[in-house]
């Protein structure tokens, strides 16, 4: 009689829940950790907790928070959400020094939030509002060590420090690097855009990593056909 052989046990992707906070959205990538990339704006935090419940997941399974960029509406409840799960906070090494400024970086004028920027080489005390990370990326940073299948990828030109998450099963989560005009629009780039050049340069270096999946602060998820019939080809 012929033994029954057992079928390899299937590991599901990485799961991502958008948490809508008005203005922008923050999300949850769910796999063997729970990564929390951006936190909303100051007091978003029992929203995000809400949202985790709801997903069924307690504060102490949040292993990284990673912000996005160094701009209040995605690192305003870094903090709190740090005292509240024990979760370390991560950021891209450019935009350190605006998070620990308390940088608002929507209120400025074009050209100071990236100049504020540029102070993320020195030891900046937290100002008002100001976030100390735990945690500075300085290039692509694999995931791993905090139980996610993904990397955090430097894909500057909203800021000099934006940063995407790419994950197992090709989907990406990349902060403001894309939005919408309104919900279901096209993708496009923000208004506040620093670098609109380097900023295309990103999204082609997402697309060539084979991105099935887009997930942005303001808009979307939209294809990546969808994104490359906007940004593809040098466009």
Aim: net charge positive.
């Amino acid at each position: 009689m012929r033994q029954k052989t057992k079928s390899p046990a299937v590991r599901r992707l990485p799961a991502v829940v958008a948490v809508p906070l008005g203005v922008t959205s923050a999300f949850i990538v769910r796999d063997r950790g729970v990564l929390l990339v951006d936190t909303g704006k100051p007091g978003d935090e029992a929203a995000v907790l809400a949202a985790m419940k709801q997903a069924g997941i307690g504060p102490d399974e949040i292993t990284l928070i990673l912000v996005t960029h160094g701009h209040q509406e995605n690192y305003g409840s870094a903090d709190a959400l740090r005292e509240l799960t024990g979760a370390p906070v991560a950021v891209h090494e450019a935009d350190a020094g605006a998070m620990r400024l308390g940088v608002g970086g929507l209120r400025f004028p074009g050209g100071v939030v990236p100049r504020l920027i540029g102070l993320a080489g020195g030891n900046v005390a937290s100002g008002p509002g100001g976030v100390d990370p735990d945690i500075v990326i300085g290039g692509v940073a694999d995931l791993a060590a905090f139980g996610i299948r993904g990397r955090v990828i430097p894909t500057p030109g909203h800021t000099p420090g934006s940063v995407s998450v790419f994950v197992a099963g090709g989907t990406a989560i990349v902060g403001d690097l894309l939005s919408a005009l309104f919900p279901g629009g096209r993708a496009r780039l923000p208004f506040r855009t620093g670098d609109p050049a380097a900023a295309r340069r990103s999204i082609r270096g997402l697309l060539a990593l084979g991105v099935e999946r887009i997930y942005a602060a303001h808009g979307g998820p939209w294809s990546g056909a969808e994104v490359s019939g906007r940004f593809g080809n040098g466009r």
